[in-house]
C-alpha cells in the first residue's frame, strides 16, 4: 500500500536502519529541533557543524541533551558547508542538511568541482518536494522549486526520474507524472507544451520507465477531476496526479508556498543528483518540516 501521508513516511524510516546526517551551519533552533526529534525516533545520528557555544545555548533553552549530537566547530557560515560536505566525502555521513546558511553557500559547497558533491559532470542537481495538503487527497510530488530556474529538456528528464523514484520509494509502484504548463492543448509557440509533449512520448516509447506520463496539462486538469471531465481530457493521469514536473522555477515555487501558507501544506524537501540526498528547504520552514526532509533523505539514502 502506498504511503499517503507524511507521518506514515516517518513511520517506515523508524523501521529502517539509521542513516548519519552531517548538518551545516546548525546553529539554529528549528534545525536542531529537527535532528533531535530525528535522533530520538531512531532514524539517524547526527554531527553539527557550527558554532558549539551556540549550538549548546539553544540545547539549553530547548532542554535537548546535547551530548546526543556530534559537533564539529566552525563558527564561520562560509566554511561551515564546505567543512560539512569533507565529512561526507570522508565517509562521515550518507545525509547532507542545511542548516542557518544561505541557499547559495549550501549550493556552492555542494557544487564545487574539487571537493564538492556531484558524482559527474554531466549530473543535474535537482530540488524535489513532497507536499501533503488538505486540499489534495494524498501526497504531491514535485520539482523543481528551488534550483533550477528555467529547466531545459534534458533537464525536465532527469527531474520527472528523480520524482518516479521518490513515487517508487513511497511505494507507489505506477506514480502519475503531469508535465505542468498553462493550458493542456498542444500549443508550438509555448516552450513547456513542446517539451512536455516530447517527455510524454517519450515515455510511451519506454524511454522513461515505472510511471504514467502525461502533458502539457494545465494545473487545473492535473488536480482536479471534475476540470478534466468538463474539458473532456482523456488521460490516464489528470485529475489524479501523483507528481508534477513544473516548466520553471517561479511556477514551482509559487504552487509550493501558496500550498503551505494558504492552504495549510506541510512538507518535505531535498536536492537529488549529488552523490548523497541532500535537504534544502527554506530557513523559514518550521521544524516539523524539516523532521520530514530528514525522513525523506533516510528514505532514499543508500
Known amino acids: 500500500m502506498s504511503i499517503s501521508k507524511l507521518d506514515q513516511m516517518v513511520e517506515v524510516v523508524k523501521s529502517n536502519p539509521k542513516k548519519r546526517l552531517v548538518a551545516a551551519y546548525a546553529n539554529d533552533a528549528h534545525t536542531i529541533e529537527a535532528i533531535y526529534h530525528a535522533i530520538e525516533n531512531n532514524i539517524v545520528d547526527a554531527t553539527l557543524v557550527g558554532d558549539e557555544a551556540t549550538i549548546n545555548n539553544v540545547c539549553k533553552e530547548l532542554g535537548f541533551d546535547v551530548s546526543k549530537f556530534k559537533i564539529v566547530q566552525e563558527a564561520d557560515e562560509n566554511k561551515a558547508g564546505p567543512k560539512a560536505v569533507a565529512l561526507i566525502n570522508e565517509g562521515e555521513g550518507n545525509i547532507l542538511m542545511k542548516g542557518l546558511l544561505s541557499t547559495d553557500k549550501y549550493m556552492r559547497a555542494i557544487l564545487n568541482k574539487e571537493n564538492g558533491l556531484m558524482p559527474g559532470a554531466k549530473a543535474v542537481l535537482s530540488h524535489a518536494t513532497i507536499i501533503e495538503t488538505p ?29 518516479i523514484k521518490i513515487a517508487h520509494k513511497l511505494e507507489i509502484s505506477q506514480p502519475k507524472v503531469a508535465l505542468v504548463a498553462a493550458t493542456e492543448q498542444m500549443l508550438v509557440g509555448m516552450p513547456a507544451c513542446i517539451d512536455a509533449a516530447i517527455i510524454s512520448k517519450m515515455a510511451d516509447r519506454g524511454q522513461i520507465k515505472g510511471a504514467l506520463i502525461d502533458g502539457p496539462l494545465a494545473l487545473d486538469v492535473t488536480l482536479d477531476k471534475e476540470s478534466a ?74
Open 229 to 302: 471531465q468538463i474539458k473532456k481530457l482523456a488521460s490516464q493521469v489528470a485529475g489524479d496526479a501523483d507528481c508534477l514536473v513544473f516548466p520553471n522555477i517561479e511556477a514551482g515555487n509559487v504552487f509550493y508556498k501558496t500550498c503551505t501558507k494558504l492552504a495549510s501544506g506541510e512538507l518535505a524537501a531535498m536536492v537529488c543528483g549529488a552523490k548523497v540526498p541532500c535537504i534544502l528547504t527554506s530557513r523559514g520552514d518550521s521544524a516539523k518540516s524539516k523532521n520530514y526532509s530528514i525522513a525523506l533523505a533516510a528514505l532514499m539514502a543508500n
Open 135 to 163: 486540499a489534495y487527497h494524498k501526497l504531491i510530488i514535485c520539482g523543481d522549486v528551488a534550483v533550477i530556474p528555467a529547466p531545459d529538456l534534458n533537464q525536465k528528464v532527469a527531474i520527472t526520474n528523480y520524482l
